[in-house]
């Protein structure tokens, strides 16, 4: 298995105020937007803007890989504690963890 992060999540309060810094003031293209999520292309990997979460200004560092189920059962056979397997089908797949300072990062099928 081979992660690669593909975007820093930065949980907000207001979504707009924020994404009108990012887009206006910063410069950053507005990848994709749905509602309460707003995804920029920042080069290398995105910057996301995740509104309505309850720790806002805390960052999550997402993982990229095609098959979440798997790369999850890999973590958890390493002792990585892992939210629940999102199970098959079609669709986006995420699933959290925790490094051991508890700070947070997903694995996601999100491109």
């Not at 990848?31 to 720790?55: I, P, Q, T, W």
């Not at 963890?97 to 947070?104: A, C, F, I, Q, T």
């Amino acid at each position: 298995m081979q992660l690669g992060i593909r975007r820093v999540i930065l949980f907000v309060d207001d979504l707009n105020k924020m994404a009108e810094f990012y887009e206006k003031k910063l410069g950053l293209t507005i990848a994709s937007r749905e509602d309460g999520f707003v995804d920029f292309d920042a080069g290398a990997v995105r910057l996301a803007l995740h509104e309505g979460v309850s720790n806002p200004g805390r960052t999550k560092i997402c993982f990229f890989t095609p098959d979440v189920s798997k790369a999850r059962k890999e973590l958890t056979d390493r002792g990585i504690k892992m939210g629940p397997d999102p199970g098959p089908g079609d669709g986006l797949k995420l699933c959290d963890g925790k490094d051991p300072e508890g700070n947070s990062f997903q694995l996601s099928n999100r491109k």
